[in-house]
């Protein structure tokens, strides 16, 4: 697969970089309050071409203590890298089984919850809890929270099966959502931890669109990206039950070895914090020009 940068990224560190590690603690903070006031009632049920222009990036390390995982990561103000959707995005661009696969178009598709199928279809992910949380800035204005957008998620289930186009999941329309940024910029989702399938580390896919009413189609993405997540989560999630060949497949490949982020991957790792008894949530800023 073709994955292209039209520039390398900055790592100095400085000013910049406290001021944007700063605002992420910030933000994984209310994170980690929305996930504990909502674990409770969470149930357990329950994987890339283009350019990017880059203007300042800045990288952080992030460790969740003895949650037993940590991660280095990026809270930049860059353009984040423009990724492949893939054989499977469900979002009109290709078909499954002779019929377009628009998950867009599904009623309810707008969710925050991607863990069940929806619109008639009655499949349940089951898997490690993840929250992923995305703030959405403007790198034309000092990474101004950009609230309003809309961003369409999805990724594969712990099998390393997608939704309306795998074996046995062709029926199914799991793990698909799209959510609307809020004031402060950030759309969320609970899911499952993505399994990670031959070929691939563990990621999940994204589109970035200008609104909820756009989003309906393909032809009206403004980016498609890719985020990725620390070697450490990885291999605590896939050395539970339910995974598959998760834990050879990720044994089999790495960050640097990827098709997709081999090339820099400095502004598409997320910082995962959590564990496996208690679910994990991954941050990622993700910047546009706006």
Known sequence: MHHDHDAKHD???????????????????RAALRWLMGAGAMSLVGCGGGG?????????????????SSGSTSTSCSV?????EGPYPG?????????????????????????????????????????????????NASCADLSGYAIYLWHCDALGRYSMYSSGVTAEN??????????????????IYPGCYSGRVPHIHFEIYRSTTTATNWNNKLRTSQ??????????????????????????????SDGIFSDGYSTQLATVTG????????????????
């Not at 970089?17 to 994984?28: F, P, S, V």
């Not at 661009?93 to 969710?111: E, F, K, P, Q, Y």
């Not at 985020?227 to 640097?256: E, K, M, R």
């Not at 564990?275 to 706006?290: K, P, Q």
Request: aromatic content about 4%; overall charge negative; charged content about 10%.
């Open 11 to 29: 790592h100095d560190l400085g000013l910049a970089h406290d001021l944007t590690r700063l605002r992420q603690q910030a933000l994984e903070r």
């Open 52 to 68: 990017s222009s880059d203007t300042t990036t800045t990288s952080s390390s992030g460790s969740s203590g003895s949650s037993g």
């Open 80 to 84: 984040i890298p423009s990724e492949t």
């Open 91 to 139: 979002d009109g661009s290709n078909t499954s089984n002779g019929s377009v696969a628009n998950a867009l178009a599904l009623a309810g598709i707008v969710r925050s919850d991607i863990r069940a199928s929806i619109a008639g279809a009655s499949g349940v992910a089951a898997g490690v809890p993840l929250q992923v949380i995305i703030e959405l800035v403007n790198t």
């Open 174 to 191: 799991y793990l698909r959502g799209v959510q609307a940024t809020g004031s402060d910029g950030t759309a969320t989702f609970q899911t």
């Open 227 to 256: 985020l990725c997540f620390p070697a450490d989560a990885n291999t605590a999630v896939y050395a539970t039950s339910g995974y598959g060949n998760s834990a050879s497949n990720n044994a089999a490949i790495s960050l640097s």
């Open 275 to 290: 564990s496996v008894s208690a679910g994990y949530v991954a941050t990622l800023r993700v910047g546009i020009a706006a």
